[in-house]
């Protein structure tokens, strides 16, 4: 049976993302989500997902987020976050430049980076104004949910 808060959350994904196309599968369901401009296209089955990225503020600067954070206070500036479990990448792929490097300018739409979760790849905006100061994971590495990519300096 569909769990229909379930469903929500991954077409809540999806739109936050901007993905056409979700394939999720374990060892007990399975769940295709197309979405062609508007229309979205039902699963019969449903998987478990990360929940997409959100924006708030902590004051320590090695704290973990405690909910989908994907923007933490650092004392230095502000940390992105990782807003789930994945593989981090600085491109689109390996013949493309990075999307942003130290000192470059972000804007809260500025893709930073894609994390690849479950076959799934997802682009992470920066959801803050400023300066990138350093790039805090290589490419290619395995982040974990709330670990600090980047840090940036306010605008």
Known sequence: MIDIRKL???????????????DLRDTDEQVTIRRQGDTIIAPTQIAPVAVAPQVSTSTAVNETP?????????EEG??????????????????????VNA???VSEDTTVCIIEAMKIFNEIKA??????????????EPVEF??????????
């Not at 929500?8 to 979700?22: F, I, Q, R």
């Not at 709330?146 to 605008?155: R, T």
């Open 8 to 22: 929500k959350e991954l077409v809540k994904l999806m739109v936050a993302n901007d993905l056409s196309e979700m």
């Open 127 to 140: 959801q803050c104004n400023g300066t990138i100061i350093k790039v805090l994971v290589e490419n290619g």
């Open 103 to 105: 000192g470059g300018a």
């Open 78 to 99: 502000i940390e992105i976050v990782s807003p789930m479990v994945g593989t981090f990448y600085v491109s689109a792929d390996p013949d493309s430049p990075a999307f």
């Open 66 to 74: 405690t909910s989908s954070d994907s923007i933490a206070v650092a």
């Open 146 to 155: 709330g670990q600090p990519m980047f840090l940036v300096k306010p605008k």
